[in-house]
Nanobody, 115 residues
Framework: QVQLVESGGGLVQPGGSLRLSCAAS????????MGWYRQAPGKERELVAR???????NYADSVKGRFTISRDNARNTVYLQMNTLKPEDTAVYYC?????????WGQGTQVTVSS
């Protein structure tokens, strides 16, 4: 069983920045992938960014060039640096990890981009 604790969400003005953190209860070196998803009201959950065990990353087209996913293996933590935020980035952001025993989700953190 993997537990994920997210933090860093909040209210920010358009053009601003936030950094989300996701701390895992186990060693992230054992995870095949770690990623961030988001779900806006009335929409399906979508992939935002993901980092694979070998370091390969992929991003949704809508966030390329603005968001950066990274991980700190020593702290068992994955981050999502979000810059130049737009109102359409408003959503609940969820951390996800993939392991040999299955996938796990965090509880979600709200990001609201509004003036």
């Amino acid at each position: 069983q993997v537990q994920l604790v997210e933090s860093g969400g909040g209210l920010v003005q358009p053009g601003g920045s936030l950094r989300l953190s996701c701390a895992a209860s186990g060693s992230i070196l054992s995870f095949s992938a770690m990623g961030w998803y988001r779900q806006a009201p009335g929409k399906e959950r979508e992939l935002v960014a993901r980092v694979m065990r070998g370091g390969f990353t992929n991003y949704a087209d809508s966030v390329k060039g603005r968001f950066t996913i990274s991980r700190d293996n020593a702290r068992n933590t994955v981050y999502l640096q979000m810059n130049t935020l737009k109102p359409e980035d408003t959503a609940v952001y969820y951390c996800n990890v993939q392991t040999l025993s299955g996938g796990y989700w965090g509880q979600g953190t709200q990001v609201t981009v509004s003036s």
